[in-house]
């Protein structure tokens, strides 16, 4: 009997050591399935960073854009306020006499 019941010790040693192995391997598979996540959820951090980045700078450069826009209607009223600035009388003789008579070429045959 001694022989029965140590081989039945056995075996349930066996089953116990081949249960620890299983719970072992489930671990590991589950701890290589976290690890696996945090790298994927690294890297969707790292392309949303990337998409931010990639905004604030489409972002500065449409501001830079309207800057510069608003700079050349800036300059462009400005232009056209010199064009139409009120004038005196005499000043504005002078320019029509100007206008014409350097149109007005005298030539030598």
């Known amino acids: 009997m001694d022989g029965s019941r140590s081989v039945e010790e056995l075996t349930r040693l066996l089953e116990e050591a081949e249960q620890r192995v299983k719970e072992e391997q489930q671990c590991a598979k589950r701890e290589q399935q976290c690890a696996e996540e945090a790298a994927r959820e690294r890297e969707e951090e790292r392309q949303r960073a ?18 510069q826009r608003a700079e050349r209607e800036r300059q462009r009223a400005e232009a056209l306020e010199q064009q139409t600035h009120p004038t005196t009388l005499n000043k504005y003789i002078a320019a029509c006499h100007s206008l014409i008579f350097f149109s007005f070429n005298i030539e030598w045959n």
């Open 50 to 67: 990337e998409r931010e980045r990639q905004r604030a700078k489409e972002a500065e450069r449409e501001r830079q854009e309207e800057r």
